[in-house]
């Protein structure tokens, strides 16, 4: 009967999941394309990415100074620690550890992310530069997406390249939310800016 109860409990979390990233239809005219992983050399991949803007789902709204810290394990599967403050830098620091699955197949491109069990979702890299500085990150249906960077900040240049590839992915870019990394980008990217 707990045994129920709990898998009510998080098919009732997941269905509360998917439901709060869905947004407006998607007017990109590229919408229908399918994302595509690219290949990833798993052991350069690894380490510290700062969100530097997101389509965030629930858990991660309101969050600043957000980053992701991926670890290869001996066995194959990624620790990924997902750590930022809520509301603002004063705030403390919060961890969320999850354990991911590269997809066999899938060139370390696509990676099952363990949320807790037994729910898993796809994450999707769909880019990585040469240099392994910037990486993006989709979902299938493109209802979220990250843009990661090695450093807390890019230049805007940057920045507007890397929404440039979204939009020919066919992502509704007027969905992402810059995400303040130090105190004097608070309010800098409130006037509608993505």
């Known amino acids: 009967m707990l045994r129920r109860a709990f898998l009510m409990l998080c098919a009732a979390s997941a269905i509360a999941m998917t439901g709060c990233t869905s947004g407006p239809p998607n007017p990109n005219p590229r919408a229908d394309l399918p994302l595509q992983s690219v290949p990833v050399d798993l052991p350069r991949y690894m380490g510290r990415w700062y969100v530097i ?22 066995d194959g599967r990624i620790d990924d620690v997902f750590i930022g403050r809520k509301g603002g830098f004063d705030g403390p620091e919060k961890r969320y550890q999850f354990l991911d699955t590269v997809k066999p197949g ?17 994450q999707i890299t769909l880019y990585v530069d040469p240099d392994y500085r910037y990486t993006i990150l989709g979902y299938p249906g493109k209802n979220l997406g990250w843009i990661f960077a090695r450093q807390p900040q890019i230049s805007e240049e940057d920045y507007r390249a890397l929404l440039a590839r979204l939009d020919a992915m066919g992502y509704d870019t007027s969905r992402f ?15 509608g800016e993505h």
């Open 53 to 74: 803007a997101n389509i965030p789902y629930f858990a991660e709204r309101g969050f600043v100074a957000s980053r992701a810290e991926w670890t290869l394990r001996s």
């Open 177 to 191: 939310q810059r995400v303040p990394q130090v105190p004097g980008q608070i309010g800098q990217f409130d006037s």
């Open 106 to 122: 899938s060139n370390g491109g696509e990676w099952s992310v363990r949320l807790f069990w037994p729910i898993h979702v796809t």
